[in-house]
C-alpha cells in the first residue's frame, strides 16, 4: 500500500511540475524570450525525473505529456508571430522525446544491475551463512569425536578400579554383624559406587557409539513407536503430543535404533522442559530436494541465546541432575548419518530440526 501511494505521489508531481512549466509559458509576455527559454529548459527536470523512477516507459510517458502541454503554447502563440522561432520549439519538442527515451534506458539498465548485485550479495549471504553452518557442525563433530576418544580412555581407567572397590566393600560387609550401625555405610559405599558404574557406562555409550548400520526405514513409522515411549511421562506432565507427518510418507537410509535414541533424547529434552503442562508437537517435512527434516517443538519458554552454542557441548546442562549427554549423543547421531542438528526459538519454546538424507 505505502508503494503504490509513493508511485501516485510520484506521478502526481511529475505531472504538476510540467502543468505548472506550461503555466508559467502562458502567464509570460512573449516578448521575454529569455524566460521562455527558461521554462524549455525546466520541463527537462520531470521527464528526467520519470525517466530514472520508472525507467523507458516512464520517461517517454512523461516525455509525451510535456510535448502535448507545451505545442499548444507554440501553435498558438509563436506559429504566426515568429515562425522561425516556433521551429526551434519543435526541434526542442523532439529532444523532450530523446531525452526521455535515453534516460528511460539508462535508469532501466542501472536498476537491472542493481536488482542483479542484490540477488547476488543475498546469494552470497546464503552461502556464507551455509558455509558457517557447515563449518560449526564439522568443528563440533571433531570436538565431539576428540572427547568420545578421551571418554573412553577415562572409563577404561575408571571402570576397573571402581569393581575392585566395591568387591572390597562387599566382602567387608560380610564381616559387619547385620544389626550393627556401620552396615549402613557398606550400603552407601555399594549404592555411590553403583551409580558411578552408571555414570561411567553412560560415557562408555558416548565415546563407543557403533557406526549406524543403515537400512531403508519409514520414519513416520518410527515417530509414531517414540510418541508412544514418551506418552505416559507426558500424561502425567500434563503435556499434549501432537504428530504432523508428511505424506507421502518419509523414506531415509539410517539406522533406525541410533535415530530412535536420538529423538527420544530430543523429545525428553522438550517433556523436561515443560514441567507444568504444554504441547509437544513433532512434525516431518521435506527438507530441500533430497533430504527429510524431523522438527521437535516445545512450549517450554526457549533456550536462552547466551547458551544456544554451546547446547550441544558434551556434558553441558543446566538441570541439577543429569550428565549433559543427550543432546550431545544426538549431535553426534546426526553427524554420523551425514545430516544435522540445530534449534531455533519459536512463539512458545525451542524447536529442534533434525535432518537427514532422503533415500530414492
Known amino acids: ?70 505545442i499548444p503554447h507554440v501553435l498558438i502563440h509563436w506559429q504566426h508571430s515568429n515562425p522561425d522561432y516556433a521551429l526551434n520549439q519543435y526541434a526542442e519538442i523532439v529532444l523532450f522525446n530523446v531525452v526521455g527515451i535515453v534516460t528511460g534506458a539508462l535508469g532501466d539498465r542501472s536498476r537491472t544491475a542493481r536488482a542483479r548485485a542484490e540477488q547476488t550479495a543475498a546469494e552470497l549471504q546464503r552461502a556464507y551463512a551455509e558455509l558457517r553452518r557447515t563449518f560449526e557442525q564439522l568443528l563440533r563433530a571433531d570436538r565431539l569425536i576428540s572427547l568420545g576418544e578421551l571418554s573412553a580412555a577415562i572409563v577404561h581407567e575408571v571402570r576397573n578400579p571402581l569393581g575392585a572397590i566395591k568387591g572390597a566393600v562387599e566382602i567387608m560387609e560380610d564381616g559387619i554383624p547385620a544389626d550393627s550401625p556401620r552396615r549402613e555405610f557398606a550400603t552407601i559405599a555399594k549404592r555411590e559406587i553403583d551409580r558411578l558404574d552408571r555414570l561411567v557406562e553412560e560415557f562408555l555409550r558416548f565415546a563407543r557409539s557403533p557406526k549406524p548400520t543403515v537400512e531403508r526405514m519409514d520414519l513416520n513409522e518410527l515417530i509414531e513407536t517414540v510418541a508412544s515411549l514418551i506418552e505416559r511421562q507426558a500424561a502425567t506432565q500434563g503435556v499434549e503430543v501432537t504428530k504432523e507427518l508428511a505424506s507421502p510418507r518419509a523414506t531415509v537410509l539410517a539406522d533406525a535404533a541410533q ?54 557441548d558434551p556434558f553441558f546442562t543446566t538441570k541439577e541432575r543429569g550428565l549433559g549427554l543427550g543432546l550431545s549423543i544426538a549431535c553426534k547421531i546426526a553427524i554420523e548419518h551425514g545430516g544435522t542438528l540445530n534449534f531455533r526459538n519459536g512463539e512458545k519454546g525451542a524447536v529442534f530440526r533434525l535432518t537427514l538424507p532422503a533415500s530414492a
Not at 6 to 28: D, P
Not at 54 to 70: D, E, I, P, W
Not at 269 to 290: F, V, Y
Request: charge should be positive; glycine fraction near 10%.
Open 1 to 70: 500500500m505505502r508503494i503504490k501511494n509513493s508511485t501516485a505521489t510520484y506521478i502526481a508531481g511529475v505531472t504538476v511540475a510540467t502543468l505548472s512549466i506550461t503555466a508559467l509559458h502562458l502567464a509570460t509576455p512573449l516578448d521575454r524570450i529569455v524566460l521562455h527559454q527558461v521554462y524549455q529548459r525546466l520541463y527537462y527536470i520531470p521527464i528526467i525525473a520519470a525517466a530514472v523512477k520508472f525507467g523507458l516507459r516512464g520517461g517517454l510517458l512523461a516525455a509525451l505529456f510535456a510535448s502535448v502541454a507545451y
Open 259 to 312: 535415530i530412535r535414541q536420538a529423538l527420544l533424547n530430543l523429545c525428553l529434552n522438550s517433556l523436561q522442559a515443560m514441567p507444568t503442562g504444554g504441547r509437544l508437537t513433532i512434525r516431518t517435512r521435506p527438507d530441500g530436494e533430497k533430504g527429510i527434516a524431523i522438527e521437535i517443538e516445545d512450549e517450554g519458554g526457549g533456550i536462552d541465546p547466551k547458551i544456544g552454542a554451546r547446547i550441544f
